[in-house]
């Protein structure tokens, strides 16, 4: 149980592109859902946090037109990187929180999404 | 914001011997996780320990917590080729944010 999907694995893209990157809970339900950027050899970041039907938290530097965030659904989040740029690339991280906000905060990660901006 | 620092930030050890990974982080939780990220990959979720835990068991590995001296460590027992990761602590912000540290890079050596 607790399983999270990413989609795509990876994805190869010209600079001024966007990507779309799809986040899903595959055996649960999650009303919120992070998501985490991480360079080589570096920790990971948290990017925002993707609340269901209401606008994401970004955290402090992350600009938000840059990186769209819509969780439409209990099992679906998804982070656009709009007009992507070569230091845009890197490891795109989504996790999921089990058992809403009165639970222990038990999140379970995707298996990320590797960027690589032409 | 609260992040836990984890060390050594490097450990080297040959197989089916144990590996001590230690993590101190700053204000008072409720409950502390433990993450295992192998190479290029996500993270996966080996345990949380609650705050009224004291110690607490999954196979090969045992977590202990002590909130007096806010911190918490990781055992890995017979250490396996496979366990070949980095391993991360993630005490929580506020009920539900994680802020990761840079993590204890792990190679068992077979």
């Known amino acids: 149980g607790a399983v999270v999907s990413q989609h795509p694995s990876w994805v190869i893209c010209k600079s001024g592109t966007s990507v779309k990157i799809e986040c899903r809970s595959l055996?649960?339900?999650?009303?919120?859902m992070f998501w985490y950027r991480q360079f080589p050899k570096q920790s990971l970041m948290l990017m925002a946090t993707?609340?269901?039907?209401?606008?994401?938290?970004?955290e402090q530097g992350v600009e938000k037109d840059k990186f769209l965030i819509n969780h439409a659904s209990l099992t679906l989040s998804t982070l656009t990187v709009t007009s992507a740029h070569p230091e845009d690339s890197s490891f795109y991280i989504c996790?999921?929180?089990?058992?809403?906000?009165?639970?222990?905060?038990?999140?379970?990660f995707g298996p990320g999404t590797r960027l690589t901006v032409l | 914001s609260q992040q836990g620092e984890e060390d050594p930030q490097a450990l080297s050890i040959q197989e089916g011997e144990n590996a001590t990974m230690n993590c101190s982080y700053k204000?008072?939780?409720?409950?502390l996780q433990w993450y295992r990220q192998n190479s290029g990959r996500g993270l996966v979720h080996l345990i949380l320990?609650?705050?009224?835990?004291r110690e607490k068991h999954s196979g090969r590995l045992r977590v202990t917590l002590d909130t007096s001296k806010k911190s918490s460590s990781l055992l890995i027992t017979a250490s396996r080729a496979a366990d070949t990761a980095s391993y991360f602590c993630?005490?929580?912000?506020?009920?539900?944010?994680?802020?990761f540290g840079a993590g204890t890079r792990l190679a068992v050596h077979p």
């Open positions: 996790s999921a929180l089990l058992g809403g906000a009165t639970k222990y905060n038990e999140q379970f």
């Open positions: 055996d649960f339900q999650a009303t919120t």
């Open positions: 993707s609340n269901e039907g209401s606008k994401a938290t970004y």
């Open positions: 204000t008072s939780i409720n409950n």
């Open positions: 320990i609650r705050s009224n835990e």
């Open positions: 993630a005490p929580p912000v506020g009920y539900n944010k994680l802020i």
